[in-house]
């Protein structure tokens, strides 16, 4: 595993501008949607690694997180729905030299591509996936996902939702990731430094991002306004739908937040060239 | 006497809302559906109704389109009548299960918005999705109208349960699936009728021992292709009947070709779905202008119906194809189709592949006209043209 000491950050004043596509502005996000905090949490991250963005590849799939593949001057890929994962998987294996980061939702990595997610943490390829939970399908409308809280309104749980939901985090460690977190939109810091350790990992590392969906989620549900979604993110996403599986120190009465595994395994690309490495050696 | 009585249960909604209406009307036992740009509102219009109790379906949001056939095909092969509707990606993530769905002889009901897939990225109208699946053993509608989505829904379910093969209606995005037009919304007590649910052998029932998808040997895998080929060639005439009898109840005729102003017709547009309305409008014109102009809208394409395109067509001395959907390496896909059906005719006409609106791009009735001009005394073109 990569100390993370020995990579000095970038002192640098971090501007935002700096990483985006101005000329795709202005973006098609909802007024009050978390999804702007996290990319910029994401892109300050990448800022204070000093990461080239030419050596910077974004991989999204499909929904309100997909898009914001498009903003991010770097080279981006706007994949399948549920499919950025195995798109990225193929990339950075051809491309080791590459940061491959991953930008999904809730309905595009726990859903649609639920498959991927799971292969993604056992396989352990040198990838960083920050998963954006609004606990919706919101670029179709407010549908029902995987991690849409009990009881909630969603277009087709028009009696309340009876689904029980995903923890994506236990879900992920349960799989094999090596390192995995969560934070929610209100910790703008605390969100950039997990993103900062997750890229930083040697393997595979997942993030959940709580974020909101206030125009068509929060309405729909009488969730308040923005900053009252984002304030009440840590307590009213239902922290009693999640069954952690990692036990660490969390703020009271919230959601586990931080960085909630880490471990040190095989990272599978470099295993799988010192596999070829050998096997070329063998045969001389 | 009396006259006829006419429904007067006319509403104003989108081609979407009207599909969910003739789904409502006969209320399949089962749908699972999966959201997707331009499907959705069939979907949420669906729970709407549940929600109302005027709907008295199973509705399962399964995890993607992929599971949403997989649940179509196992409730359909208990016996149960089952919908389900998607779009561009979903019906392409769909492929192996189509092809499932046909083998197990299932008649399935799916209503397919017509999208353009990616890549690149685009939410248009363009009938590649569809026609891309022609192979799959998939019957294939496509309308013009909420109004005929509606109907066409209700008659897929008489096909499809009369030859035991699954239907796939379609309507272009947006011009369609959007629009928002006057539809009639018909009698339910009539619909039911029309469309009566036929007693199919419970498949999956654990008094008999039945297995559905076992390893079969060479002959016994081509036998159910032959089976297919024997259902398959029944398709044209159930239309009609289905087209016939519905015209009767409703007033509203249907049949798998439409014709327009074909009579005396000295060149036709021959098309699908929604640009028959452009099409329509251009014809007007020209006959105003003293062109001898016609339409011939292919309502049914899978299977095509080849006597009747061959008998429409022998009288007209050119033929203009406008194909909203783009086969790399091949050209329209109707004009090939129409090509092949044709081969070998006397009197054939001079037909030329025109690829209108590909990824939706818009395509007014004048540009229509100016290629009725250009072509109609024009040698038979040996490629597709691209129509700016």
Known sequence: MKDAVETPLNEAEFHINDYIRLEQ??????????????????????????????????????????????????????????????????????????????????????????????????????????????????MTGGQVSPTTSPDRYT??????????????????TAAGAGFVGREVTMQVTGLKNLMRDAIQHDGFSFVEVISDCTEIYGRKNDLGNSPEMILSQKSQMRPDAYRNTVDVPFRPNALTCGVLTKTDRPEYGKAYRDMTARLRGEGK | ???????????????????????????????????????????????????????????????????????????????????????????????????????????????????????????????????????????????????????TTIQAFRIAEACEMPVMVNHDAFYVSHAVEPVEIPDQEMVQNFAKKPDRSLWLETGSIRSIGTPIGQAGWNETRREMDVAMQRVVGLTEEAGRV????????????????????????????????????????????????????????????????RAALAKIPTAIVLDRNYSPGLGGVLHQELKAE????????????????????????????????????????????WVD
């Not at chain 1, 690694?49 to 914001?68: E, M, P, T, W, Y």
């Not at chain 2, 509203?252 to 070709?257: A, D, E, Q, S, T």
């Open chain 1, 155 to 172: 277009t087709t749980t028009p009696a309340g939702n009876t689904e029980p939901v995903f923890d994506a985090c236990a879900l992920a």
């Open chain 2, 1 to 151: 006497m009396n006259a006829p009585v006419r429904n007067t249960n006319v509403q104003l909604m989108n081609g979407n809302h009207a599909v969910a209406w003739g789904v409502r009307l006969l209320s399949p036992d089962v749908a699972p559906l999966y959201p997707i740009t331009p499907q959705t509102p069939i979907l949420e219009k669906l729970i709407d109704f549940q929600s109302q109790d005027v709907l008295s379906t199973r509705l399962l949001t399964p995890e993607s389109e992929h599971s949403a056939m997989a649940g179509a095909i196992a409730a359909s092969a208990t016996g149960a009548r089952v919908f389900t509707a998607t779009s561009s990606q979903g019906l392409l993530l769909m492929h192996e299960l189509l092809h499932y769905a046909a083998g197990a002889r299932l008649p399935i009901v799916m209503f397919n918005v017509n999208r353009t897939p990616a890549a690149p990225w685009g939410f248009w109208p363009d009938q590649i999705d569809s026609l891309s699946q022609r192979d799959t053993g998939w019957i294939q509608l496509y309308t013009e109208t909420p109004q005929e989505s509606l109907d």
């Open chain 2, 246 to 309: 519905w015209g009767e109840q409703t007033g509203r005729h249907y049949g798998p070709l439409d014709f327009y102003r074909t009579d005396d017709a000295e060149v036709v547009f021959v098309t699908m779905g929604s640009m028959a309305g452009t099409a329509r409008e251009a014809v007007d014109t020209l006959r105003r202008n003293g062109v001898a102009a016609g339409l011939i809208r292919v309502r049914l394409f899978r299977p095509l119906p080849i006597s009747g395109l």
């Open chain 1, 25 to 138: 502005m202005p973006h098609f996000l909802c007024p009050g949607c978390g999804h702007g905090i996290a990319l910029r949490a994401l892109l300050w991250a990448v800022h204070e690694l000093g990461i080239d963005k030419d050596k910077l590849a974004i991989v999204s799939g499909i929904g309100c997180s997909g898009r914001l593949s498009a903003y991010i001057d770097a080279n981006t890929f706007h994949t399948t729905h549920g499919r950025p994962l195995a798109y990225a998987t193929g990339l950075a294996l051809a491309r080791p030299d590459l940061h491959v980061i991953v930008i999904t939702g809730d309905g595009d990595s726990l859903a649609i591509g639920g498959n991927h997610l799971i292969h993604a943490c056992r396989r352990n390829l040198n990838l960083t996936c920050m998963m954006l939970n609004n606990e919706i399908y919101g």
């Open chain 2, 342 to 385: 044709l081969y070998g005719m006397e009197n054939a006409p001079r037909m030329h592949g025109m690829l209108a609106g590909v990824g939706g791009v818009n395509v007014p009735p004048e540009t229509l006209e100016k290629l009725v001009i250009d072509y109609k005394d024009a040698e038979q073109s040996q490629s597709p043209i």
